[in-house]
């Protein structure tokens, strides 16, 4: 079969987000099924969760930097292939110790998400990637949705292990289409051959700027996640059902700050809407607090202004992560990848923080404080990163 030369169409780079996505949540409601049936305590099959996240850090580091050495095509393809194997070994598995081992080599599929970032920037100016990179989001948003109710129905109906044949059999089919339909479209030139066996753009400001911003608006999202089930037990004696809702909502808003930036994002430009949406960002914690000042504390007023914070991060995601791959767009993997190895940090950090905070202060107040600190942080990085593009624009790179 001849390799294609176009680029990939707008909806296999999407499909590779939302596979990348769905592998991490689709089986969290067979998680206690999987711990009995290999005889295993719950503490070790939820490694299932953490090593998987600790791994996507450490690959999208390594196959970042290798897609501008080799290439977008090849690496994509071979990470979507470890992807199928490792999902038929957590099928096949019999241990609990070869099914954790499968399932970290599984974080090679998160490659999908790294690459099609790289990609976008590849194939698309800024602004125009920007709005690009707004309708990935959306996939990032409805996908986490749609992930464990799948999860769910397969295992009732089929058992656990039909989730992981389900991961393969839909990564077998990817990996067939994106050898269809994905060409190359890494750039090479030859004054970036040497940047690009380095971990070059650490030494950019610009870069750390916009990545942190992209960083920080993803953890506002995990200190909500983190925080919020405590808050609407301890705080509103929320039901489990009426939970799912309220956690729902902050994703809804990610979707709705998504159309959003996909319309206005080449329009206004990259900078103007990174710093809107942390503004909106901060707005919902801001919001939160007023009413619970007011009195009015309700479940209702606190969980429907955080939605803010979904939105302003459907705003800025995109467009951080379109200024962060454009300091140096031949270098487009490595800042997809090494901008991806920040968000996992960042946010397994702020979660381990919320959860410490949580449990020793827990309220309505605490969660809404930790989210402005984080919506802020933010606001403060996006700033920075303005600064910075507008002292490069003007012909000084104020990167060294």
């Not at 590849?122 to 109710?149: K, N, Q």
């Not at 607090?289 to 955080?306: H, K, P, R």
């Not at 379109?322 to 950090?349: E, F, H, K, R, T």
Request: with cysteine; glycine share 12%.
């Amino acid at each position: 079969m001849p390799v294609p030369t176009s680029p990939p169409r707008l909806a296999t780079l999407v499909a590779l987000t939302a596979v990348s996505t769905l592998t991490l949540n689709m089986f969290l409601p067979a998680l206690v099924q999987i711990a009995e049936d290999l005889d295993a305590d719950y503490g070790t099959v939820s490694m299932a969760i953490a090593g998987y996240l600790a791994v996507t850090a450490l690959v999208q580091m390594v196959v970042g930097p290798l897609s501008d050495r080799v290439g977008r095509r090849p690496v994509l393809l071979a990470s979507i292939a470890v992807f199928v194997l490792a999902s038929v070994g957590c099928a096949l598995s019999q241990d609990v110790w070869v099914f954790l081992g499968f399932r970290v080599l599984q974080a090679a599929m998160i490659s999908g998400h790294a690459l099609s970032l790289a990609i976008v920037r590849d194939t698309t100016a800024e602004d125009e990637a920007a709005a690009r990179l707004s309708l990935i989001s959306m996939a990032m948003a409805i996908v986490p949705m749609l992930g464990p109710l799948a999860g769910g129905l397969l295992d009732t109906a089929l058992g656990w292990r039909a989730i992981f044949w389900t991961y393969a059999g839909v990564g077998a089919a990817l990996l067939v289409w994106s050898n269809v339909d994905v060409g190359e479209t890494r750039v090479v030139r030859a004054e970036t051959t040497e940047a690009k066996g380095r971990l070059a753009l650490l030494e950019f400001p610009r870069f750390w700027a916009y990545a942190l911003t992209s960083a920080f608006s993803t953890g506002s999202f995990f200190v909500f996640l983190t925080g919020a089930p405590l808050v609407a037990a301890r705080d509103f004696g929320v039901s489990t059902a009426a939970l799912g809702w309220y956690i729902g909502s902050i994703t809804f808003g990610f979707f709705c700050g998504s159309a959003f930036s996909n319309r206005f994002s080449k329009r206004l430009g990259v900078n103007r809407m990174m710093i809107a949406g942390r503004v909106v960002g901060c707005a919902g914690p801001l919001l939160g607090l007023m009413w619970l000042t007011l009195g009015f504390e309700s479940a209702l007023f606190v969980f429907g202004s955080t939605i803010l914070v979904g939105v302003g991060n459907g705003i800025t995601t995109p467009n951080a992560n379109a200024g962060a791959l454009n300091v140096n767009p031949d270098l487009a993997g490595q800042a997809a990848g090494l901008g991806g190895a920040m968000v996992v940090s960042v946010g397994a950090c702020l979660t381990w923080g919320t959860g410490l905070l949580m449990d020793a202060y827990g309220s309505a107040w605490m969660l809404l404080g930790l989210l402005l600190a984080a919506t802020l942080t933010g606001l403060a990085l996006s700033l920075w990163a303005r600064s910075l593009q507008q002292v490069h624009d003007v012909g000084d790179t104020g990167d060294t």
